[in-house]
């Protein structure tokens, strides 16, 4: 295609002459020149950042900046229903609860049936197994943790046939 059918076709001689420039120039200078001019925009800025009185900008907002953190960072404050482990969907409004890193159930204050002593096994092991839990929500009955949607449907506990977050306890 030549210069003409470029230009007839809707590029304009000077967007095709600015173009023709750049193809032809020195990436020598052009990369010099690019990082000065990055560099003079970052020190203009950062005279302009110490000419701004931040304390004043911060008291104008609508919102805290501490406490937004604070909610995102810590979560809604909800915890696994078997491990107690901290819900990591940030932030108060999600209608799922989750945490990347399940404990112990004993951790949570369950005891195994018989001995009373704490249970070893994680969660998102558990919902995998064949194993049956009772706590408060069931009304002491006893449920296979399959089934710990029908008590506790805003939590999902990803299930971890792997091992590894035992490993990681022990």
């Given amino acids: 295609m030549s ?16 173009f023709m420039i750049l193809n032809n120039a020195d990436q020598e200078q052009f990369a010099h020149w690019l990082t000065q001019c990055v560099k003079d925009m970052a020190n203009a800025l950062g005279e302009k950042f110490k ?7 911060l008291k104008k907002l609508h919102v ?25 969907a ?18 949570g204050r369950f005891r195994w049936h018989e001995t009373k002593k704490l249970v070893i096994d994680v969660c998102s092991s558990s919902v995998l197994s064949d194993k049956n839990f009772c706590c408060n929500a069931t009304n002491g009955e006893w449920h296979p943790y399959k089934r710990y949607t029908d008590f506790f449907p805003d939590w999902r506990i990803a299930p971890d046939a792997s091992l590894q977050a035992s490993d990681y306890w022990k």
């Fill in 3 to 18: 210069v003409r059918n470029l230009v007839i076709t809707g590029i304009s001689q000077d967007a095709l002459g600015a």
């Fill in 51 to 57: 000419q701004t009185n931040i304390q004043m900008k």
């Fill in 64 to 88: 805290s900046p501490q406490n937004e953190l604070f909610t995102k960072l810590i979560g809604c404050g909800n915890q696994c229903p078997f491990c107690k482990a901290p819900c990591e």
């Fill in 90 to 107: 940030g932030g108060r409004f999600h209608t799922e609860h989750w945490t990347s890193l399940h404990r112990p159930e004993g951790l």
